[in-house]
């Protein structure tokens, strides 16, 4: 157990809903992660929080929504996706750059997608 | 050429046997580097951290080249329980940025 949550584990939507992703993580970090994982290809990076700020968004579609509360919770709020957004999305946490140099990422379980 | 490359695999490796495999990285100025596991359908996990010349954690042992760029992962004496993908991650310049390997495939054969 990573110490790092993500609900729902599996998720199956129409390209007309929406719908959100919820991570939470227990680790007393700062800083959390939303990554996309398509087969076969690398994490790619979406969106980057740091003390609820957002400080880095990928180039991502406005599809996706990203909401942060606090350094705990993190959520991706999904509207009118593509097939081609079907994937494996990945939420991480880790200490922030107010912590070592060497910042390390801790990963929920994931949430698979899947848009019909 | 990619910030980050690894040979996808799979190398397939009979138990008790010992398999090596590279990640070569781009960025020169990278001070630090991950090997992390992921098993079909799950989740990466961190398996080490490599700051320096190297790292060794039981019968996996990671090694830094600098002046070529590369950073590889060595299984010894394998088990089943380590068939998995294995991803090489490189920090970049912006905080909060890794640039994560598409993934080396071991399959450890009985």
């Known amino acids: 157990e990573t110490g790092v949550t993500q609900t729902p584990r599996h998720l199956v939507m129409g390209m007309t809903n929406k719908k959100s992703l919820k991570c939470e993580q227990h680790l007393g970090h700062n800083a959390m992660y939303w990554y996309k994982q398509s087969a076969k290809k690398p994490l790619e990076l979406m969106f980057v929080y740091n003390f609820k700020e957002q400080t880095e968004n990928n180039s991502v579609p406005s599809r996706f929504s990203p909401e942060c509360p606090n350094s705990s919770h993190l959520f991706l709020h999904l509207h009118t996706l593509q097939p081609e957004d079907s994937a494996l999305y990945l939420c991480?946490?880790?200490?922030?750059?107010?912590?070592?140099?060497?910042?390390?990422?801790?990963f929920g379980p994931g949430t698979r997608l899947t848009v019909l | 050429r990619k910030e980050v490359e690894q040979d996808p695999g799979p190398f397939n490796v009979p138990e008790g046997a010992t398999v090596a495999f590279n990640c070569t990285y781009s960025n020169s100025a990278s001070q630090s580097f991950f090997w992390y596991r992921q098993d079909c359908r799950k989740e990466p996990k961190l398996l080490m951290s490599v700051y320096s010349s190297g790292n060794e954690d039981g019968r996996f042992t990671a090694q830094l080249n600098r002046a070529s760029q590369y950073i590889s992962l060595l299984i010894r004496d394998s088990k089943l329980s380590d068939s998995a993908t294995y991803l090489c991650v490189v920090p970049t310049d912006s905080w909060g940025k890794f640039q994560f390997g598409a993934g080396t495939q071991v399959v450890v054969t009985p």
């Open positions: 991480a946490s880790s200490q922030g750059p107010q912590g070592l140099s060497t910042d390390t990422q801790y």
